[in-house]
């Protein structure tokens, strides 16, 4: 079975600083990962995906992410965090097998301090 | 939010009592998803659909059951709601090629209580 781990609850950090938010996945096969974002009362926003290829994906407000097959990881990160960032954050995996669910992590809150 | 609305957005009722949730979008894709949200549980699948009249269980499919008679609408309907259905519930569609590559893209929720 298909599972994906987001080991911190919460991660604070300050204004200007960078930020990283941490997933590790289990799966079947090759996996698709993904990182939404939700901010309150809102749905899940798309932030970017792996599929293939390059290692480093880039996504929408400066969001960037690694995968790293090894590690079973694909670690949300971003050069310079805002205060807007402050949300809750998404890694879901989907494998290769033909399922159609998305399963998801647990989330991690982002607190960006002023 | 990708051309998806979900009503009610907010729903109060009873124990024992059915209840029905409606997705309705105008992207006209093929896939639709209903997950629910729970605290340290992230979104769960329950149901989903590949076309009209064509539908399959998630993994916490029991106690719900799902309707779609036209590719925009997808109905979530619980047939007689408990407390443990009180949830955050949000529906989500995809691109119609099917491929598994492609992003599901979510609705605004309906935060259902049940007393």
């Known amino acids: 079975a298909q599972s994906v781990a987001q080991p911190e609850d919460q991660v604070n950090v300050a204004e200007g600083n960078p930020l990283t938010v941490k997933c590790t996945y289990s799966?079947?096969?090759?996996?698709?990962l993904f990182w939404y974002v939700q901010y309150p009362n809102r749905g899940l926003q798309f932030l970017l995906k792996?599929?293939?290829?390059?290692?480093l994906v880039k996504g929408s407000y400066g969001f960037e992410a690694e995968f790293n097959k090894s590690q079973t990881s694909f670690h949300l990160k971003k050069p310079s965090a805002l205060v807007s960032d402050s949300a809750l954050y998404f890694c879901a995996v989907r494998d290769g097998t033909g399922r159609r669910a998305l399963t998801f992590g647990s989330g991690t809150r982002l607190q960006v301090q002023p | 939010d990708a051309g998806i609305t979900q009503s009610p957005r907010h729903k109060v009722t009873e124990t024992g009592t059915p209840v029905t949730l409606r997705c309705h979008q105008t992207e006209n894709h093929r896939y639709m998803y209903w997950y629910r949200q729970d605290p340290g549980h992230g979104l769960r699948l329950i149901h989903y659909s590949y076309g009209v009249k064509d539908t399959d269980k998630g993994e916490v499919s029991d106690g719900y059951s799902v309707s779609r008679s036209k590719t925009e609408d997808f109905l979530l309907t619980l047939e007689s709601a408990t407390s443990s259905q009180t949830s955050v519930y949000f529906c989500?569609?995809?691109?119609?090629?099917?491929?598994?590559?492609?992003?599901?893209?979510f609705g605004p929720g309906t935060r259902l209580l049940v007393l």
């Open positions: 989500a569609i995809s691109e119609s090629k099917g491929t598994l590559q492609e992003t599901q893209y």
């Open positions: 799966v079947s096969g090759n996996p698709y």
């Open positions: 792996y599929i293939t290829g390059d290692n």
